[in-house]
């Protein structure tokens, strides 16, 4: 890979006295010891790429032998080895070992100590220079691959070893503190779903409403329902003038229409327009009911046109006289409505089923009109605030995700240490300079070579 390459992949931005050379020269990328089962102890930890969180380097399982026995060979790694996934590389898989180890011949070790910092090694392999470069060579169109030849001929910044470490440091600090702030705006949208449910709980408690009056009815009292049709699926087709609702389009709180969709043309439609809800009715999921306990499952019908309910999908239809469409789809979307729909639930382990004759018969406290009303009104503006948190929220989370790479970018271009250097220029310079450190490397390279082989020892049992 020519100079000219690497310096348009990684640009010419960092720092004097650092050098960009290729991974190859200080680290024997694919140069691995195998081992087979018998090699190893029950205890041994085996790691495959789905065991790695893609992007953010967190460890998802840890088994070991006795938990996950393999039958192909797999690659020895020892603690403080750089483990660098190679299939489907954009996923961005890498992790640094805290423990001796075996792992899929997917994942490569690499240890370029003691004259270039593993984890400084670990976070170039991380960074958009290095993805860039991989992305660009990397071979197979559904499970691509960075190749021996080209990783070895990857472009690799060096600063001096010293600096190196320092950058080490500084970045494990930043992103620490980044992956600690993710973490926290991760947790807002689950903190705002519990929030939103205990309105929906208090607005049919009269908990939002000073003066709750309330009477009992059943569903069967103030409303009626409708099962959906048994539309066949020889008649959808991608386009045509009328949707069929099935039960994937129903979300809380919203009718999901660009759910993988299906339509019908007016021909066929002509036959069926009777399951055509209108808006201000309440469909309901009646289906796969045991999979969606922990989140609602009736959205209101708004100002959707053409649509047909397939078979499964309920349709609750109000008596506006006496129940405001809003209030009711707030009851069905609430704990109280759910609590009493699943005790009518019958199927399998894998696929609950709730029938018409129970959801008619569920119990609901409801207020007059005008309490309606307020009810709806104030419930409205609390989930206003909250999908306005919400959004924030989801903006602020943007920007984190861009922050590691904004980090890294600035670490490569010395921008971390710039105060470090300063203050430490007999750490950088001559002897101690990057150009110094790389001729260093590539000495004792070739001394090395020059050794006699020795068998390798592949045992790793205790």
């Known amino acids: 890979m020519s100079a000219t390459h690497h310096s348009r992949i990684v640009g010419n931005l960092f720092p004097e006295g650092w050098a960009v050379t290729e991974l190859g020269n200080v680290v024997d990328y694919g140069s691995t010891q195998k081992v087979e089962l018998k090699d190893v102890d029950s205890d041994t930890w085996v790691l495959e790429l789905e065991d790695i969180e893609k992007g953010t380097s967190k460890l998802l399982q840890r088994l070991n032998t006795s938990e996950r026995a393999f039958k192909s060979t797999k690659n020895k790694f020892e603690i403080g080895d750089v483990l660098y996934g190679k299939l489907r590389p954009y996923l961005n898989k890498v992790i640094v070992a805290d423990e001796d180890g075996v792992c899929t011949t997917e994942i490569i070790p690499l240890n370029a100590e003691p004259n270039v910092s593993n984890l400084y090694l670990f976070h170039w392999l991380k960074s958009k220079y290095f993805l860039d470069y991989v992305n660009e060579v990397s071979y197979g169109v559904n499970m691509p691959r960075l190749g021996t030849k080209d990783a070895i001929a990857a472009p690799l910044v060096i600063p001096p070893l010293a600096e190196q ?12 503190q980044v992956e600690t702030t ?39 009292d103030i409303s009626d329902f409708q099962n959906g049709f048994a539309f066949k699926s020889g008649w959808f087709e991608l386009e045509g003038e009328y949707q069929v609702i099935k039960l994937g389009n129903i979300r809380d ?8 969709p299906a339509y019908l043309n007016q021909d066929v439609a002509a036959d069926y327009l009777r399951f055509s809800p209108e808006a201000g009715d309440t469909l309901i999921s ?24 397939n078979q499964r999908v309920g349709r609750l239809i109000p008596d506006r006289s006496v129940v405001l469409s809003e209030f009711l789809n707030i009851f069905v979307r ?9 005790t009518g639930e019958t199927g399998g382990v894998n696929q609950g089923n709730v029938g018409s004759k129970h959801i008619m018969s569920i119990n609901v406290e409801l207020p007059t009109i005008e309490k309606q009303t307020e009810i709806v009104n104030r419930v409205e503006e609390l989930f206003t605030f909250a999908d306005s948190i919400e959004q924030k ?49 590539k000495t004792e390279r070739e001394a090395l070579k020059k050794q006699p082989k020795k068998k390798a020892a592949v045992r790793i049992k205790a």
Request: net charge positive.
């Open 393 to 441: 929220a989801a903006a602020a989370l943007e920007c984190v995700n861009n922050l590691t790479q904004a980090i890294l970018a600035q670490a490569f271009r010395g921008e971390l240490t710039a105060d470090w250097r300063a203050a430490n220029p007999d750490l950088i310079s001559a002897g101690n300079s990057a150009e110094a450190l790389l001729k260093k490397i």
């Open 253 to 260: 709180g919203y009718l999901a229409i660009e759910n993988s």
């Open 182 to 220: 993710k973490a926290r705006l991760e947790c807002i949208p689950r903190i705002l779903k519990t929030f939103r449910q205990s309105v929906l709980a208090a607005a049919v408690s009269g908990k939002l409403s000073e003066e709750w009056r309330a009477a009992r009815f059943t569903l069967a």
């Open 286 to 309: 009646m289906t796969g009911t045991r999979f969606k306990k922990d989140y609602g499952f009736g959205c209101l019908v708004r100002n959707e046109k053409n649509l047909l309910v």
């Open 165 to 176: 470490k320092v950058i080490a440091e500084k970045l494990d600090t930043l992103l620490a």
């Open 334 to 342: 609430s704990e109280l409505f759910r609590v009493q729909f699943f």
